[in-house]
């Protein structure tokens, strides 16, 4: 297996980044029609977008039977030992499958996540195979995973039209899990977490799914929405800061929708124009790096 991800692995050490650089794609779920794209095949850092595919691995082995919702996940050091955002259980502490789900979905907790990994796969190491594996069958082709969580790691990364193929496999394949990607809040005992995606709950139609954040990724999210029974994916990889990306996402999925309503009345639309006339900033790849804005992220990394 290992030989497999040779030639990727070594692409992406070919290809440093030297820092966050903006990629987007807007993707039509129905059809897989890509609607708008911008470095779409360029590698980037996912940073906690990983965990998209930490929970589809978890969902396959919920729905093939070998993981139960209240099997317990024990904590180990390793687990423990992660760099926030967390939940910050210690060693041989547990929750449950289910728990952990929505503690992983809504905190991004990278503590919980290595967790998961080793209760399915006995280690993240092993996992991580499983995850990258998965990530080929789906037809993501830029596309390597080192670890659950999305922590920085050179052996790490993807593109922003292989996060949109993950999203959309995820709301078809696994349709009932998911919806814990909409919850704006979880209650785990007393604390009360809060959902890093701002945009649940603001944008019409948007129902989840990732948000993410590392100094080596910048600020990205993918999520979806419908409306009028279509569902559109957007996704924005390597955003100076949190705002900026949650209004370019905002951006995209509106202008996503008028353009299908365009198509519906008989017309063509011209989806540049339409997303300038948003507001939304074309062909930002070929501008200078902006310095990152942190100041709206827990503990700085890990969102």
């Given at each position: 297996?290992?030989?497999?991800?040779?030639?990727?692995?070594?692409?992406?050490?070919?290809?440093?980044?030297?820092?966050?650089?903006?990629?987007t794609v807007l993707m039509d779920a129905d059809t897989g029609e890509i609607l708008y794209a911008e470095q779409a095949t360029a590698i980037r850092h996912p940073a906690s977008i990983t965990k998209v595919m930490t929970l589809y691995i978890v969902f396959d082995a919920l729905d093939a039977g070998r993981l139960r919702l209240d099997d317990r996940v024990v904590m180990s050091s390793r687990a423990v030992a992660q760099r926030p955002s967390k939940?910050?259980?210690?060693?041989?502490?547990?929750?449950?499958?289910?728990?952990?789900?929505?503690?992983?979905?809504?905190?991004?907790?990278?503590?919980?996540?290595?967790?998961?990994?080793?209760?399915?796969?006995?280690?993240?190491?092993?996992?991580?195979?499983?995850?990258?594996?998965?990530?080929?069958?789906?037809?993501?082709?830029?596309?390597?995973?080192?670890?659950?969580?999305?922590?920085?790691?050179?052996?790490?990364?993807?593109?922003?039209?292989?996060?949109?193929?993950?999203?959309?496999?995820?709301?078809?394949?696994?349709?009932?899990?998911?919806?814990?990607?909409?919850?704006?809040?979880?209650?785990?005992?007393?604390?009360?977490?809060?959902?890093?995606?701002?945009?649940?709950?603001?944008?019409?139609?948007?129902?989840?799914?990732?948000?993410?954040?590392?100094?080596?990724?910048?600020?990205?999210?993918?999520?979806?929405?419908?409306?009028?029974?279509?569902?559109?994916?957007?996704?924005?990889?390597?955003?100076?800061?949190?705002?900026?990306?949650?209004?370019?996402?905002?951006?995209?999925?509106?202008?996503?929708?008028?353009?299908?309503?365009?198509?519906?009345?008989?017309?063509?639309?011209?989806?540049?124009?339409?997303?300038?006339?948003?507001?939304?900033?074309?062909?930002?790849?070929?501008?200078?790096?902006?310095?990152?804005?942190?100041?709206?992220?827990?503990?700085?990394?890990?969102?």
């Open positions: 297996m290992a030989a497999l991800f040779a030639p990727l692995a070594m692409a992406g050490a070919a290809s440093p980044l030297g820092g966050p650089r903006f990629a939940l910050g259980l210690g060693i041989g502490q547990s929750l449950s499958v289910e728990e952990a789900i929505s503690v992983v979905a809504v905190k991004s907790a990278n503590d919980i996540s290595v967790a998961l990994a080793e209760k399915v796969a006995g280690s993240e190491t092993n996992f991580a195979r499983l995850m990258t594996a998965k990530a080929r069958q789906l037809g993501m082709r830029q596309t390597v995973f080192a670890n659950a969580s999305g922590l920085p790691d050179p052996a790490h990364f993807t593109s922003a039209q292989d996060i949109a193929i993950l999203s959309a496999a995820m709301i078809r394949n696994h349709p009932n899990h998911y919806r814990c990607f909409s919850e704006q809040s979880y209650s785990y005992g007393k604390l009360r977490l809060a959902n890093h995606n701002k945009l649940l709950g603001v944008v019409r139609g948007l129902d989840g799914i990732k948000t993410g954040f590392t100094n080596d990724s910048g600020f990205t999210l993918t999520a979806s929405a419908v409306r009028d029974g279509r569902r559109l994916i957007a996704v924005v990889l390597g955003s100076p800061s949190g705002w900026q990306r949650d209004r370019d996402i905002t951006s995209l999925l509106n202008t996503g929708f008028t353009a299908l309503d365009i198509r519906r009345n008989g017309g063509t639309e011209d989806m540049a124009a339409l997303l300038s006339s948003s507001g939304f900033t074309l062909n930002r790849s070929l501008r200078p790096v902006p310095q990152l804005v942190a100041l709206d992220v827990e503990e700085g990394d890990g969102e």
